[in-house]
């Protein structure tokens, strides 16, 4: 896959890097020694079997979990000892595994109301819905950019799973991220879903940094820039996806019964 800044021929930067990440439960290394470096304009996979330490990665990187020992910088700050919603609203931003959008508001008022933070509305709790109104066309600017716009009025809860993901990245986007970290983000989908998805991510990707914990590999294979292979919390691998998949610790690992 070649990004915007590739096609340009100029080399993105490191916005988000990690060294020497380390993170135990006692007796047990649940993450040891990672180093990672995530560029702009780039889709990042993390990869591995089951108990790997992904999801612990995304946890420590965003600061839900803070690390034993290491480094963690942002756009050059580092964040290691910085508040989970500091590092958010410094451009750090994730989606979860179980889709987070309310259920009983429709498919604008959920992005208006992820609008509210960065336009400076969030603690005004008082107002009567009506009050972001304002925030209509950043709203259905959003709403377009992701394809939703016939859905515009739909119920969140009547969407299908996959919909309810697409509004979840639109409301994760509303936060005008420079590092979004998407937790497998098309697990249950079907493949209609899948590949709608897959171009949504690939147009983020444009003007900002993506970090994905993913198993579909052919998705990997078609979009992701750099690919992290974690086994027992340590890294195997790293490198484009043509690189990884013919590394043979890898296919043992992971790729083997995966691979045609």
Not at 32 to 40: M, P, Q, R, W
Not at 70 to 84: S, Y
Not at 93 to 98: A, D, L, M, T
Not at 182 to 201: F, S
């Amino acid at each position: 896959m070649q990004t915007s800044a590739h096609l340009s021929g100029k080399e993105p930067r490191v916005v988000l890097s990690a060294r020497g990440l380390s993170k135990s439960f006692g007796g047990f290394h649940a993450v040891k020694n990672v180093d990672i470096d995530v560029l702009d304009t780039q889709i990042h996979a993390l990869i591995g079997p089951n108990g790997a330490g992904k999801t612990t990665v995304f946890n420590l990187l965003t600061k839900f979990l803070q690390p034993s020992s290491g480094r963690i910088e942002l756009l050059g700050e580092d964040i290691t000892k910085t508040a989970p919603d500091r590092v958010a609203r410094k451009g750090l931003v994730r989606s979860f595994q179980i889709s987070a959008v309310f259920p009983h508001l429709s498919v604008l008022d959920n992005v208006r109301v992820a609008l509210q933070r960065p336009n400076g509305l969030a603690t005004q709790f008082w107002q009567p819905l009506s009050a972001l109104d304002r925030l209509n066309e950043q709203a259905e600017a959003l709403i377009d950019r992701v394809g939703l716009h016939r859905e515009r009025d739909a119920i969140a809860e009547d969407l299908s799973y996959g919909r309810k993901r697409v509004l979840e990245i639109a409301t994760t986007l509303a936060l005008d991220p420079r590092v979004l970290l998407l937790d497998e983000p098309m697990a249950g989908m079907g493949l209609e879903d899948v590949a709608m998805v897959a171009e949504i991510i690939k147009s983020v990707a444009r003007d900002r940094a993506v970090l994905m914990v993913e198993h579909n590999l052919k998705i990997v294979s078609d979009i992701c820039d750099h690919i992290t292979v974690l086994q027992r919390g340590e890294i195997l691998a790293q490198g484009d996806y043509a690189t990884v998949s013919q590394d043979q610790r890898v296919r043992i690992a992971y790729m083997g019964t995966e691979e045609n």
